[in-house]
């Protein structure tokens, strides 16, 4: 069975620090990883990942992908109170359909000004 | 454009009732999912429609789960004699076609709340 870990469960910071979210997993086929920030309720996409030791960068957000240790993480630098949100980390099933996603429980950021 | 909708936002409902969640796909998406996420869990997929292919129904957790989707758009997910263990937030997404599992939209979501 899929597992998909994140840590920290909760994470509370000040305007303009640094934060890494971590992700770990265990698939028997991996194909991707994704991250998502979820305010409110809808989570909006982030980064796709399929390759290891290449970096994805959004703006403030980066995201790296480590294939032989079985982890990404999510970068913040600069930190606004608008990053505050719930960072999920997926990965596609590895069976046949690959369109199920299994979710970790997320790292719930809180920026404080 | 318009994103996926789903409605209503928030229902309370007794425990053994009935209820029905709607979902509105962006335009145009053939794919269409549906996720439960739990107080502090992680997002539990649900099922999965494709076009006209037979849905994926694998995540469904029990029997009084059942959804549908009309004319290959709205979908509507309706749980028999609600139980409070069914107390979540129930997440519907869309995408313009199968495997991309990336471009997958959420809508805002319906909190369901069972006393």
């Known amino acids: 069975e899929d597992k998909v870990v994140q840590s920290p469960l909760s994470l509370v910071v000040h305007e303009g620090d640094t934060v890494t979210l971590n992700c770990s997993y265990e698939?028997?086929?991996?194909?991707?990883l994704l991250w998502y920030k979820q305010e409110k309720k809808a989570p909006t996409f982030l980064f796709m990942l399929t390759s290891s030791g290449i970096e994805k960068k959004s703006g403030r957000l980066s995201s790296i992908l480590d294939k032989k240790e079985l982890f990404s993480i999510l970068n913040i630098t600069a930190t606004q109170t608008g990053d505050s949100a719930v960072y999920l980390c997926a990965v596609p099933n590895s069976g046949g359909s690959n369109y199920k996603l299994t979710f970790g429980k997320g790292t719930l950021l809180t920026v404080n000004p | 454009g318009a994103g996926v909708s789903q409605s209503p936002s928030n229902k309370v409902t007794e425990k053994g009732k009935d209820v029905e969640l709607r979902c509105d796909p962006i335009s145009g998406h053939t794919a269409l999912y549906w996720y439960r996420q739990s107080l502090g869990q992680g997002l539990e997929f649900l099922i999965y429609?494709?076009?006209?292919?037979?849905?994926?129904k694998s995540g469904l957790p029990s029997d009084r789960f059942s959804a549908e989707r009309t004319g290959g758009s709205v979908s509507t997910l309706t749980i028999q004699r609600t139980q409070q263990e069914d107390s979540a937030v129930y997440l519907c997404?869309?995408?313009?076609?199968?495997?991309?599992?990336?471009?997958?939209?959420f809508g805002p979501g319906t909190r369901l709340t069972v006393t």
């Open positions: 698939v028997t086929n991996f194909r991707s």
């Open positions: 997404a869309s995408s313009p076609r199968q495997g991309l599992t990336y471009e997958q939209y």
């Open positions: 429609f494709q076009g006209n292919s037979a849905p994926d």
